[in-house]
């Protein structure tokens, strides 16, 4: 069974800093994917960033940016220079073919102005 | 345009009443998903549907039932046996590669 750890309940920070989310998940396949969603506001959740469990080539992406270690089943994601527009949950889901999508249970980011 | 479409937004309903939560897409997927959201909470895995006519129970079942007659359709019915219904669902359809998940903008129910 997949599960999914967001241990960070909530962050707040200031526009223009920095702010990674962790998560940490724990399967049993050897081949996945793995997935960052954004929810706002208006609740629907939206698709940020899919990796390959066999592809742990770290990427960036404008603001965005994500760290894949399989060795530590980790699936960072950091936010450099966060903006206002950034305040949502997010999660963070592992899914092998087309068994369950089991998420996390996100985290909420604040940025302040 | 294709997508997942959820409907009502918004439903209220009478304690002890069955309410059916609509859930359409066009986007030739396979694989169908309910969540269920609290306030301040994750999401839930009530049910899932890889394919028409088959359906498993997800992590918080009770209470809940599903049908899957058409490859469109994911129909979820809240029971008068779920305890507390009140809460956000988010239905989503995964790509037949499984490679994303869209979702639908959810139905706010409120039991009262």
């Known amino acids: 069974a997949q599960k999914v750890t967001q241990a960070q309940t909530e962050i707040s920070v200031v526009e223009k800093e920095d702010v990674t989310l962790d998560c940490v998940y724990e399967?049993?396949?050897?081949?996945?994917?793995l997935f960052w969603y954004k929810q706002p506001p208006s609740g629907e959740l939206v698709f940020l960033i899919r990796?390959?469990?066999?592809?742990?080539q770290n990427e960036i992406s404008g603001r965005y940016s994500w760290n894949f270690q399989k060795s530590t089943s980790s699936f960072n994601f950091t936010i450099t220079a966060s903006q206002v527009v950034d305040s949502a949950v997010y999660f963070c889901?592992?899914?092998?073919?087309?068994?369950?999508?089991?998420f996390g249970t996100g985290t909420r980011l604040l940025v302040s102005p | 345009d294709g997508g997942i479409t959820q409907s009502p937004k918004y439903l209220f309903r009478k304690e002890g009443q069955n309410v059916t939560l609509s859930c359409e897409q066009n986007?030739?997927?396979?694989?169908m998903y309910w969540y269920r959201q609290d306030p301040g909470q994750g999401l839930r895995l009530i049910y899932y549907?890889?394919?028409?006519?088959?359906?498993q129970k997800g992590d918080i079942a009770e209470g809940y039932s599903v049908s899957r007659e058409k490859k469109e359709s994911f129909p979820l019915t809240v029971t008068s046996a779920q305890k507390n219904p009140t809460a956000f669902y988010l239905c989503?359809?995964?790509?037949?590669?499984?490679?994303?998940?869209?979702f639908g903008q959810g139905t706010r129910l409120t039991v009262v």
């Open positions: 889901a592992p899914l092998k073919g087309f068994q369950k999508l089991v």
């Open positions: 399967t049993r396949d050897t081949t996945y994917y």
């Open positions: 990796r390959n469990s066999f592809d742990e």
């Open positions: 986007l030739n997927h396979d694989a």
């Open positions: 549907s890889q394919i028409v006519n088959d359906f």
């Open positions: 989503a359809s995964l790509t037949n590669e499984g490679t994303e998940a869209f």
